[in-house]
C-alpha cells in the first residue's frame, strides 16, 4: 500500500495545479449552497432578533378613537392569562412635501405613533439609534424612522410639517429610531413590495396630541403573550375584554408586512439557492470527472505496471477515489469561510435593496456543513468514472498503451467542404476526435452562460409583469377618506382637487372562515360589478353576477398548501352576523390577504348601504379654489370603514384658524389638502417605485454572472488543455513541418471558436430549461408571470463567458509554442 501511496502523492505533487482548480470549484460550490441558506437564516434571524428585543406586538387591535374614561382598564387586559404586556397609543397619518428635482413639493405619507414621553413602551419598543428620547415639556420633539431619516437625509434639529396645506403639525427631528413594527418600510402594507423611503414613520409625545384634543384618546392597542400561550385562546380573551370598544381590526404578528413579507420573499427564493448550487455542483462534476479521465488515460502504463505487480483493481479504484477526495476534502474546508462571506454579502445587498435594518449574521453549522459536505460528494463522485474504467483495464493492453481514441474520420460533407484548409481541417478534426470530450466541453460554457441569463430572465419577467400590469390600470390614484362618504359628498370634493372622474368602493378588515374551517383577518375590499376604470384582474372564473351578489374573488398569490378554488364557500364574520360568500373567480397579483366582492354587497355586511370610504380616481383639469368640505358624519363608533387614520390633528375646537395656503396646483397635492382625504396612492408613482425595488436585484445578479465567467475561465482552462496537450506529439509534428506559431494559434482557436459556438447553441435551450426550472418553485410559493427571454439578458451573460473562453486557450498555446520537440517526438508518433 505505501506504493500505491507514494504514486498518489506523486500525482497529487505533479498535477497540483489541477487538483487546485477542482478544489477551488468545490469551494465555489460550497460558497453558494452553505452561503445562501445561511443569509436566508440571517434574515429571518435579524427579525426574530429585533422583534423580541424591542417586545414586537403578538397583536394589535385597532378600534375607532376612544377617550380613557371610555376605554376598558389596561388592568382588565393585563389580568388575561396568557398576556405578558399590554400598552395603549394613538396613531394618525397625513402627509410631508418632499422637494423634487423639479422643486415643488412630491407628498409623502407619514404615520405618527404619539407615545408617552416619561418612559419606552412596554410593548413595540422603539430602539434610540442617534439623538435623544422623547422628553415631557417639549412636545415638538419627536423620533423618526431610521430608514425614513436616511431617505429624506434627516438630521436633528430638522423640522417636519405634516400636513402642511391643511391644519398643519410641526415637529422638530430629535433623534432616530428602529422599530420592529416597520422593519420592512412600505407605503402599502397591501402590496407585497416593499418601497425604501416610501413612508414616514414619526414618534411623537402624546403632550402634542393632548393639548390639542380636550380628551385623552386612544386607538390603538398592543399586546405581548408569554412564552408558550395558547395564541388563539389568549386572542379571543383579549377581545372580549375590549368588548366596550368598536374594534375595527385585529392585527396578529405573523399578518405585518415585515414578518410576512420574509416569510413569504424568502420561501421562494430559499427553493432557487438548491438550484443555483446544483448547476454549479453540476458543472464542477464534469471538470473534476474530465480531470480524473486525464489522469487515467496519462497513467495508463503505470496502472497496467501496477496490475501487473499483483495489485487489484479495487485497490486501484480506492486509490482513485482518495485522489477525488483530496479536492473535496480541500473544498470543504475552504467553502466555510467562503460561505461566511458570501453569506455576509447576500445578507448585507437584500438588506439594502428592501430597506432591511443591518443583518444579524446566524452562522448555522448545519447549513455549513451542507456546504461543506457536497463539495466532498462531488469530489467522490468524480472518481467513479475513473474507478469503473480502471476496474475493466487490462495488464496487458494497459502496459501496450492500447485503449487510445481511434479517429475514423468527419462527416463525408465536411471532409469535402474543408478540402482546401488543411489548418481548419485538422481543428475541426479535433472537435470530432473525442465528441465526448467536445460535448462536455460544450456544455460547460452552455451551463455557465445558461445560470446567469436565467436569473437575469427571472427579474426582467417580473419587470415585465409589473410593467404590464401597471398598463392594465385605468385609474390615475386611488384616494382613502377619513370616514365613509357618500357619493354625492364626494363629487364636488373630487372636482375641486382635479378629478375628472372617479369610481368609490368600500374597503374594510374583517375575520374570513375559509372551507377548510382556518379563520384569517383578510382586507375586504368592495368594487362594482364592471367598469371600464375599475378592473378586478380576474385570470379565471366568471365575473359577478350583480352588484348585491353573495360572491367573492379570491387571491391564489402566496397562499401557500391552502390555495383557493373556484366554488369554495367562504365565511366573513362582522359583528357577530355570518355572510356566507361563494368564490367564483381567482385573482393573481401582489395583494396580501384580500376578498374582493361587489360594492353593495361590501356595504351591506358593514352596514353602510350608499357609503365610500375611498375612490379610484381620474385627473383631468386643474384643481380650482377651495369650497366648503363636504360634511361627512359625526365621528362615531363603528363608522370607519378602514382604521389608518380617524381624527386628524385639526378637529379638535380649540384649534385657531389656520392661515390658508395657496391652492396646490398638482391633483395628489390637492387631494391631499382635503380634511376628508387620508392618503392617495398615484399609479405611475407606485409602478416607478415597483420597478425600481425589482430592478434592484440586478445587484445580487451582477455578482452570479461574473462567477459564472470565473467558472468558465477556470473550467476551459483545465479542458483545453486536456484536449490540447494530449494531442502535443500531433503539434510538435505540425511545428517541425514548418507551421509557425500563428498557424497554430489559429488551429487551437478555431477548435475553441467550434466548442463556443456549440456551446452557445446549446446555452439557448439551456436558458430556457434553467428559467423555467428557477420559476417553478416561485410560482408555486408566490405566482408564476410569464417568462420574458431578453437577447439583451443572453448577451450580458455570453460575451464574458466567451472572452474568458479565448482567455482559457492561451495557456495551452502557450505551451504548445514553448515545448522541445526533440523529446516530444521521440516519445511517440502521430496516431
Known amino acids: 500500500m505505501g506504493t500505491l501511496l507514494k504514486f498518489a502523492w506523486r500525482e497529487l505533487l505533479r498535477a497540483k495545479g489541477r487538483f487546485a482548480l477542482i478544489a477551488l470549484i468545490l469551494t465555489l460550490q460550497a460558497a453558494a449552497l452553505g452561503g445562501g441558506y445561511v443569509a436566508q437564516e440571517s434574515l429571518y434571524s435579524t427579525r426574530d432578533a429585533w422583534a423580541e428585543k424591542l417586545r414586537l406586538a403578538d397583536l394589535e387591535v385597532q378600534f375607532t378613537p376612544a377617550s380613557d374614561t371610555e376605554m376598558p382598564s389596561l388592568d382588565v387586559v393585563r389580568r388575561v392569562p396568557g398576556v405578558s404586556a399590554v400598552n395603549r397609543r394613538f396613531i394618525a397619518t397625513g402627509y410631508i412635501e418632499r422637494v423634487s428635482k423639479t422643486g415643488e413639493g412630491a407628498p409623502l405619507p407619514v404615520v405618527i405613533q404619539y407615545l408617552e414621553p416619561a418612559a419606552h413602551p412596554t410593548v413595540n419598543d422603539i430602539e434610540l439609534t442617534s439623538g435623544s428620547w422623547l422628553e415631557k415639556g417639549k412636545p415638538e420633539h419627536a423620533i423618526v424612522d431610521r430608514s425614513f431619516a436616511e431617505a429624506q437625509a434627516l438630521q436633528a434639529g430638522d423640522e417636519i410639517v405634516v400636513n402642511p396645506h391643511r391644519f398643519s403639525s410641526r ?91 420574509l416569510d413569504v420573499i424568502l420561501s421562494g427564493s430559499r427553493s432557487v439557492t438548491p438550484i443555483i448550487a446544483l448547476i454549479v455542483a453540476l458543472m464542477a462534476s464534469i471538470v473534476a470527472v474530465i480531470s480524473m479521465h486525464r489522469l487515467v488515460a496519462e497513467r495508463r502504463k503505470e496502472i497496467g505496471a501496477f496490475l501487473a505487480q499483483g495489485w487489484s483493481p479495487g485497490q486501484l479504484s480506492a486509490l482513485f477515489f482518495g485522489l477525488g477526495f483530496v479536492p473535496g476534502l480541500a ?208 385570470f379565471v372564473g366568471a365575473p359577478f353576477s350583480s352588484e348585491t351578489a353573495a360572491e367573492a374573488y379570491l387571491n391564489s398569490a402566496f397562499a401557500g398548501a391552502n390555495p383557493p378554488h373556484i366554488g369554495e364557500r367562504i365565511a366573513i364574520v362582522r359583528k ?104 392617495v396612492e398615484v399609479r405611475t408613482e407606485y409602478a416607478s417605485k415597483t420597478l ?66 456549440a456551446g452557445l447553441v446549446l446555452s439557448l435551450g439551456a436558458w430556457v430549461v434553467t428559467a423555467y426550472a428557477l420559476r417553478m418553485p416561485m410560482a408555486s410559493t408566490w405566482f408564476a408571470v410569464p417568462l420574458d427571454f431578453r437577447p439583451h439578458d443572453f448577451m450580458v451573460a455570453s460575451v464574458p463567458t466567451l472572452v474568458f473562453l479565448v482567455f482559457a486557450a492561451l495557456p495551452g498555446i502557450r505551451a504548445l509554442l514553448s515545448m522541445d520537440l526533440s523529446s516530444v517526438l521521440r516519445g511517440r508518433a502521430i496516431g
Not at 380649540?654 to 395628489?668: E, I, L, S
Open 576 to 679: 357577530g352576523v355570518v355572510h356566507e360568500l361563494v368564490v367564483v373567480g381567482l385573482t393573481r397579483d401582489a395583494a396580501l390577504s384580500t376578498i374582493v366582492v361587489p360594492r353593495a354587497t361590501a356595504q351591506r355586511i358593514f352596514g353602510m348601504e350608499g357609503k365610500i370610504s375611498g375612490a379610484y380616481v381620474k385627473f383631468g383639469q386643474v384643481p380650482t379654489g377651495p369650497k366648503k368640505a363636504p360634511e361627512g358624519p359625526a365621528i362615531k363608533r363603528g363608522e370607519n370603514a378602514e382604521v389608518v387614520e380617524t381624527l386628524d390633528l385639526g378637529e379638535a375646537a380649540n384649534v385657531p384658524a389656520p392661515t390658508v395656503a395657496p391652492r396646490p396646483t398638482d391633483p395628489k397635492v390637492a387631494l391631499l389638502a382635503d380634511e376628508s382625504i387620508t392618503s
Open 692 to 757: 425600481a425595488y425589482l430592478s434592484s436585484f440586478n445587484v445580487i445578479v451582477v455578482p452570479f454572472i461574473g462567477l459564472s465567467g470565473v467558472l468558465a475561465f477556470f473550467f476551459l482552462v483545465s479542458v483545453l488543455g486536456f484536449l490540447l496537450l494530449e494531442r502535443e506529439t500531433e503539434y510538435a509534428t505540425l511545428r517541425s513541418l514548418g507551421y509557425g506559431g500563428g498557424e497554430i494559434a489559429r488551429i487551437v482557436l478555431t477548435e475553441v471558436g467550434l466548442l463556443a459556438m
Open 171 to 261: 415637529f422638530t427631528v430629535g433623534g432616530t429610531g428602529l422599530s420592529a413594527e416597520y422593519l420592512v418600510p412600505t407605503a402599502n402594507p397591501s402590496l407585497l413590495v416593499p418601497h425604501k423611503g416610501s413612508l414616514g414613520i414619526i414618534y411623537a409625545s402624546r403632550e402634542s396630541l393632548d393639548r390639542t384634543f380636550p380628551e385623552v384618546l386612544y386607538n390603538s392597542v398592543v399586546v405581548t403573550f408569554d412564552k408558550g400561550a395558547d395564541k388563539q385562546k389568549t386572542m379571543d380573551a383579549v377581545l372580549a375584554s375590549l368588548d366596550g370598544l368598536e374594534i375595527e381590526r385585529v392585527v396578529t404578528k405573523d399578518q405585518t408586512f415585515g414578518y410576512r413579507f
Open 331 to 538: 473544498g470543504a474546508i475552504l467553502g466555510v469561510p467562503a460561505a461566511m462571506g458570501f453569506a455576509s454579502k447576500v445578507a448585507k445587498t437584500s438588506s439594502v435593496i428592501s430597506g432591511f435594518p443591518s443583518p444579524i449574521m446566524s452562522w448555522d453549522v448545519t447549513y455549513l456543513a451542507l456546504g461543506a459536505g457536497s463539495a466532498i460528494a462531488v469530489g467522490l463522485a468524480s472518481a467513479i468514472a475513473p474507478a469503473i474504467g480502471v476496474l475493466r483495464i487490462a495488464p496487458a493492453h494497459a502496459l501496450r498503451g492500447s485503449g487510445e481514441i481511434a479517429f475514423d474520420g468527419m462527416p463525408a460533407f465536411l471532409e469535402k467542404l474543408l478540402s482546401g484548409n488543411i489548418a481548419t481541417r485538422y481543428a475541426v478534426r479535433n472537435v470530432f476526435r473525442r465528441v465526448r470530450l467536445s460535448a462536455a466541453t460544450a456544455t460547460l460554457v452552455a451551463l455557465a452562460v445558461a445560470l446567469p441569463s436565467a436569473l437575469l430572465t427571472t427579474i426582467a419577467s417580473w419587470d415585465t409583469w409589473a410593467t404590464t400590469e401597471a398598463g392594465k390600470l385605468h385609474w390615475d390614484a386611488i384616494t382613502a377618506f377619513k370616514v365613509p362618504l357618500a357619493e354625492e359628498q364626494v363629487k364636488e370634493m373630487m372636482e375641486d382637487s382635479g378629478v375628472s372622474s372617479f369610481r368609490g368602493y368600500l374597503q374594510s378588515y374583517a375575520p374570513v372562515r375559509r372551507e377548510n374551517g382556518s379563520i384569517q383577518e383578510m382586507r375586504i375590499r368592495g368594487l362594482p360589478k364592471q367598469d371600464e376604470m375599475v378592473t378586478h384582474g380576474l
